[in-house]
């Protein structure tokens, strides 16, 4: 089915570990964005991609890179995980700034 | 900082009533999108409004946009016990910006 797949679904890190959430889609969008949600603070944009090559930066883009080498694929990437990014991440994307965005299911992330 | 502020943050209805939920933005917009976000579940995309349009229809759906006040509202018709989920808002701004900024969304039970 075309769409945004995330991987994984459910990830529990340490405080310092680093891992990679997996973001993928198939619909040939240009644009890709990386959300966090918290409880009460609605979703917040990380970073996001209008091409592949070209990225930038979001409302919270600290402890996080990110890179676009392909149209389909956009990770993000934690550099040292701390609790405070126990979050559900969300992917979405897009085919141009007019239309509306496809999301993925989400990664729960919790850093202990 | 989020763009989007939705009001009410909960909303309690019986099935077959209309519900009625408001965004306030802070700058000019390109476009306002509304999403809903079933429980635990990505969100999914339900309707675009651009700057130049005041109202738009999509169904049981009705948008209206009004970029005087910077608000905008969602209005769902004859609702179900199947519309009970979060609605948030979120804007694109102009000149070129490819952001989609959320707010903190409305939380809405329908019950049966």
């Known amino acids: 089915n075309a769409g945004v797949t995330q991987t994984p679904k459910f990830q529990v890190l340490k405080t310092g570990q680093s891992m990679t959430l997996q973001c993928a889609q198939d619909?040939?969008?240009?644009?890709m964005s990386w959300y966090r949600q918290d409880p009460g603070m609605g979703l917040r944009l990380i970073h996001y991609s209008v091409g592949a090559g070209i990225t930038d930066q979001g409302e919270v883009p600290n402890g996080y890179n990110v890179s676009r080498s392909t149209t389909e694929d956009f990770p993000l990437r934690l550099l040292s995980a701390a609790p405070s990014q126990t979050s559900v991440y969300f992917c979405?994307?897009?085919?141009?700034?007019?239309?509306?965005?496809?999301f993925g299911s989400g990664t729960r992330l919790t850093v202990v | 900082s989020q763009q989007g502020e939705e009001d009410p943050q909960a909303l309690s209805i019986q099935e077959g009533e209309n519900a009625t939920m408001n965004c306030s933005y802070k700058?000019?917009?390109?476009?306002l999108q509304w999403y809903r976000q079933n429980s635990g579940r990505g969100l999914v995309h339900l309707i675009l409004?651009?700057?130049?349009?005041r109202e738009k229809h999509s169904g049981r759906l009705r948008v209206t946009l009004d970029t005087s006040k910077k608000s905008s509202s969602l209005l769902i018709t004859a609702s179900r016990a199947a519309d009970t989920a979060s609605y948030f808002c979120a804007t694109v701004r102009p000149g070129g910006s490819e952001k989609l900024v959320f707010g903190k969304g409305t939380k809405l039970t329908v019950n049966p």
């Open positions: 700058t000019s917009i390109n476009n």
């Open positions: 409004i651009r700057s130049n349009e």
């Open positions: 979405a994307s897009t085919r141009d700034r007019e239309s509306g965005y496809t």
């Open positions: 619909m040939n969008h240009e644009y």
